[in-house]
């Protein structure tokens, strides 16, 4: 079974932002916490940290897998998990343009 935030290297993510004010999400498996300066993420491909401001959740579907957000988006970050190492995730930290050009 898959640990949460672990990533899943067979499932599918994407990100749409527009503007800066909304967004899009598919591939979410859980929400982890919320609130108006920082939302984070369960995806198929790893954890996913939006900081903003005044950021809500406007819809949520688990089922669908989809999340949609607005607010100001400063900065999404993806944790990607590399490796185990002793029983524990060793997690790498990457930035918007390494998920747009790596993982998309």
Sequence with gaps: ???R????????HKLILQNRKSGSFT??????????NEI???TELGRLTIKGKELHVNR??????EVEIDGTVDMPEHLAGVSLESGSVKWKRAGFLYIFFCLG
Excluded: C, P, R, Y
């Design 27 to 36: 591939g979410v498996t859980d929400v982890v916490n919320f609130d108006a």
């Design 1 to 3: 079974m898959e640990e």
């Design 40 to 42: 984070i993420l369960d």
């Design 60 to 65: 949520l579907d688990l089922q669908k897998k």
């Design 5 to 12: 935030g672990q990533s899943n290297s067979t499932g599918q």
